[in-house]
């Protein structure tokens, strides 16, 4: 017997759910924390487990279909996936990067990754990687009619296109991909003003004689890489956008084809459902501006997706592969047209074949085995998705009406205004990383002080006095290379001993805590009984135990380091006891106490 769909209750065998039964048991549990009490009123529930990002985006604890976004793939508002029917996408354009200064090798890098995977070319020109000369030998052996290319020269952007586009007449071939105009994205990374009129002949030359290519490409990576939040990033790449089609529809480009000529490239990072919710909004922002602007029904935003620089760390660089395995995930689910994903030691320098084939490999994974492109819109119908979405955009859409008050992009970087707001952004995830709120494996937590890094070329680099350029590891790692150049000079690290009380049970979890602490800024440790400092070479000791076991012997404890000769006397835990100078707790500032640490052990800065 078949059943209509529309009769069928997956939930028939379960008594309605309701969200004010839902607050009363998460009351219960509050209360049992002391984050609330039986008094405390339900519609308040909400608001004690919500959080908000560093936009000002409120992060819920629970999301209903009174979330869910309207329309369906391919449609109005086009924040699911574009194909509204089919048995999904034959995949992403999958776009490795080039930049290794190096010509020839240059040249062998995108052969042996466009015959192992790869499906595309972003080559990176000039200062920061292949002279703008070398262009045509570098894609000697490229079919531009197979694999498309996208430039990045920065300032030399009209030279090498207009090599590219040379080469790709000579040979008599329709190339595809795109130039890589972004004077926006260059006065955000080097404060060079900003001159649009002299791209939007590039353009013009696209639309007129090579219709598979793009002019502009919308780079919004900037703003992330200066410590931005997404919707600071979408508002700045929205800004840049409706710059450029003012600059092309007066150049003489209809509407249609001015949207036509335009690329978007924004960072992922290792918080998934905040980078696929971002790739969505910025399909629905750029969906709001075709339709105000008179685009043809049917206009979206290209996509091209890159991991994020600001996430990679240089120590314990191995954890890299996981946080661009998750971005690159998240890149997928969101509907990027493209995806670059960096190799792991990107941070460290120049990387190496090992590395690349790592980066291309697991894109691969993600469309070859696990199957991710066979699915149209894997995120639609999340509650959470959808409403974060939501949340994204209206925030984004905010801070571009915002800098088009202040005049434009151009107009907002040039007063500091942008600056500014991604400075504000910056530090207070900046803050919450210090407070290890938002842990960095490898860095923050479980550190590897006797780790060896693999050796690498050093990438060139491009001066500039554009927006600041930030790691959310930095202050982490800048301990580390204190401590490592303490070592070079000494012969030994930093140390801190964990004066351990009462028995193991008592004193492991907290000795735990300590160790992981304190090595996440160099610093060695020892753990022993009280009577061990003196043998250690330590001068600071930490206090490890239960809370129980320090109203007994915190004290004594404390006064039998000093009289071993401690200068300064940590607690693990809360607590205030005699002879104890300072605490370190879950939620410390360890960035704070780290650098006192290693300032009292006498190592330089």
Same mark, same amino acid.
């Given at each position: 017997?078949?059943?209509?769909?529309?009769?069928?209750?997956?939930?028939?065998?379960?008594?309605?759910?309701?969200?004010?039964?839902?607050?009363?048991?998460?009351?219960?549990?509050?209360?049992?924390?002391?984050?609330?009490?039986?008094?405390?009123?339900?519609?308040?529930?909400?608001?004690?487990?919500?959080?908000?990002?560093? =936009?000002?985006?409120?992060? $819920? /604890?629970?999301?209903? #279909?009174?979330?869910?976004?309207?329309?369906?793939?391919? *449609? &109005?508002? !086009?924040?699911?996936?574009?194909?509204?029917?089919?048995?999904?996408?034959?995949?992403?354009?999958?776009?490795?990067?080039?930049?290794?200064?190096?010509?020839?090798?240059?040249?062998?890098?995108?052969?042996?990754?466009?015959?192992?995977?790869?499906?595309?070319?972003?080559?990176?020109?000039?200062?920061?990687?292949?002279?703008?000369?070398?262009?045509?030998?570098?894609?000697?052996?490229?079919?531009?009619?197979?694999?498309?290319?996208?430039?990045?020269?920065?300032?030399?952007?009209?030279?090498?296109?207009?090599?590219?586009?040379?080469?790709?007449?000579?040979?008599?071939?329709?190339?595809?991909?795109?130039?890589?105009? =972004?004077?926006?994205?260059? $006065? /955000?990374?080097?404060? #060079?003003?900003?001159?649009?009129?002299?791209?939007?002949? *590039? &353009?013009? !030359?696209?639309?007129?004689?090579?219709?598979?290519?793009?002019?502009?490409?919308?780079?919004?990576?900037?703003?992330?890489?200066?410590?931005?939040?997404?919707?600071?990033?979408?508002?700045?790449?929205?800004?840049?956008?409706?710059?450029?089609?003012?600059?092309?529809?007066?150049?003489?480009?209809?509407?249609?084809?001015?949207?036509?000529?335009?690329?978007?490239?924004?960072?992922?990072?290792?918080?998934?459902?905040?980078?696929?919710?971002?790739?969505?909004?910025?399909?629905?922002?750029?969906?709001?501006?075709?339709?105000?602007?008179?685009?043809?029904?049917?206009?979206?935003?290209?996509?091209?997706?890159?991991?994020?620089?600001?996430?990679?760390?240089?120590?314990?660089?191995?954890?890299?592969?996981?946080?661009?395995?998750?971005?690159?995930? &998240?890149?997928?689910?969101?509907?990027?047209?493209?995806?670059?994903?960096?190799?792991?030691?990107?941070?460290?320098?120049?990387?190496?074949?090992?590395?690349?084939?790592?980066?291309?490999?697991?894109?691969?994974?993600?469309?070859?085995?696990?199957?991710?492109?066979?699915?149209?819109?894997?995120?639609?119908?999340?509650?959470?998705?959808?409403?974060?979405?939501?949340?994204?955009?209206?925030?984004?859409?905010?801070?571009?009406?915002?800098?088009?008050?202040?005049?434009?992009?151009?107009?907002?970087?040039?007063?500091?205004?942008?600056?500014?707001?991604?400075?504000?952004?910056?530090?207070?995830?900046?803050?919450?990383?210090?407070?290890?709120?938002?842990?960095?494996?490898?860095?923050?937590?479980?550190?590897?002080?006797?780790?060896?890094?693999?050796?690498?070329?050093?990438?060139?680099?491009?001066?500039?006095?554009?927006?600041?350029?930030?790691?959310?590891?930095?202050?982490?790692?800048?301990?580390?290379?204190?401590?490592?150049?303490?070592?070079?000079?000494?012969?030994?690290?930093?140390?801190?001993?964990?004066?351990?009380?009462?028995?193991?049970?008592?004193?492991?979890?907290?000795?735990?805590?300590?160790?992981?602490?304190?090595?996440?800024?160099?610093?060695?440790?020892?753990?022993?009984?009280?009577?061990?400092?003196?043998?250690?070479?330590?001068?600071?000791?930490?206090?490890?135990?239960?809370?129980?076991?320090?109203?007994?012997?915190?004290?004594?404890?404390?006064?039998?380091?000093?009289?071993?000769?401690?200068?300064?006397?940590?607690?693990?835990?809360?607590?205030?006891?005699?002879?104890?100078?300072?605490?370190?707790?879950?939620?410390?500032?360890?960035?704070?106490?780290?650098?006192?640490?290693?300032?009292?052990?006498?190592?330089?800065?």
């Amino acid at each position: 017997m078949t059943v209509p769909p529309e009769e069928l209750e997956m939930a028939a065998a379960f008594p309605p759910a309701e969200r004010d039964r839902w607050r009363e048991m998460v009351r219960g549990v509050l209360r049992k924390s002391g984050a609330a009490s039986e008094d405390t009123p339900l519609d308040e529930i909400d608001g004690l487990l919500a959080h908000e990002t560093g =936009d000002g985006v409120t992060i $819920a /604890a629970l999301y209903t #279909a009174e979330d869910s976004a309207p329309g369906r793939p391919g *449609l &109005a508002p !086009r924040v699911h996936e574009v194909r509204p029917e089919g048995e999904g996408l034959a995949g992403w354009d999958v776009r490795q990067r080039h930049g290794h200064p190096d010509p020839e090798t240059t040249r062998a890098a995108i052969l042996a990754d466009l015959e192992s995977g790869a499906t595309s070319v972003w080559l990176t020109l000039g200062a920061g990687g292949v002279p703008v000369a070398a262009l045509p030998d570098v894609l000697r052996d490229v079919h531009l009619n197979l694999a498309p290319v996208v430039l990045d020269a920065g300032a030399e952007t009209g030279e090498a296109a207009e090599l590219f586009l040379s080469l790709a007449a000579a040979r008599g071939t329709e190339p595809s991909g795109n130039l890589g105009a =972004d004077p926006l994205g260059l $006065a /955000a990374r080097t404060g #060079a003003p900003a001159i649009l009129d002299d791209v939007a002949v *590039l &353009a013009l !030359r696209c639309v007129r004689e090579f219709p598979k290519m793009r002019a502009f490409t919308v780079d919004a990576t900037p703003y992330h890489d200066a410590g931005g939040g997404d919707a600071d990033e979408l508002g700045a790449a929205v800004a840049a956008g409706v710059a450029y089609l003012r600059v092309l529809t007066r150049a003489g480009l209809t509407v249609d084809e001015a949207f036509g000529q335009i690329d978007f490239r924004f960072a992922v990072n290792a918080d998934q459902f905040a980078s696929i919710a971002k790739l969505r909004a910025a399909r629905r922002l750029w969906q709001r501006v075709a339709e105000v602007s008179g685009a043809s029904d049917g206009t979206v935003a290209t996509i091209h997706a890159v991991t994020s620089s600001a996430m990679m760390t240089r120590r314990d660089p191995w954890v890299n592969m996981l946080r661009t395995t998750v971005a690159a995930f &998240a890149a997928g689910v969101g509907g990027a047209d493209a995806v670059t994903v960096q190799p792991f030691d990107a941070r460290l320098g120049l990387p190496d074949d090992f590395s690349r084939r790592i980066a291309r490999n697991t894109q691969t994974l993600l469309l070859e085995e696990s199957s991710l492109a066979r699915v149209v819109d894997p995120a639609g119908g999340s509650w959470y998705v959808e409403r974060l979405t939501e949340d994204l955009a209206q925030a984004a859409w905010s801070w571009f009406t915002e800098i088009e008050k202040a005049g434009g992009l151009a107009a907002a970087l040039a007063s500091g205004l942008v600056e500014r707001r991604l400075g504000a952004t910056w530090e207070r995830r900046r803050r919450d990383i210090a407070h290890r709120k938002a842990p960095l494996t490898g860095l923050s937590e479980f550190p590897n002080l006797t780790e060896e890094l693999p050796s690498r070329r050093p990438a060139p680099s491009v001066a500039g006095e554009g927006l600041p350029v930030v790691t959310y590891g930095q202050d982490y790692e800048t301990l580390r290379d204190r401590s490592d150049a303490h070592l070079a000079a000494t012969g030994a690290r930093p140390r801190v001993y964990l004066a351990t009380l009462g028995p193991v049970a008592a004193h492991t979890g907290r000795a735990t805590f300590a160790a992981n602490l304190f090595q996440a800024g160099g610093v060695e440790t020892v753990a022993g009984p009280p009577e061990g400092f003196a043998a250690s070479g330590a001068t600071i000791a930490c206090l490890c135990s239960s809370d129980k076991v320090y109203e007994e012997k915190a004290a004594d404890a404390a006064r039998a380091l000093r009289d071993a000769g401690a200068v300064k006397v940590w607690l693990a835990g809360k607590g205030s006891h005699d002879g104890v100078d300072a605490r370190i707790f879950a939620g410390v500032d360890a960035v704070e106490v780290l650098t006192t640490t290693l300032t009292d052990l006498g190592v330089n800065r």
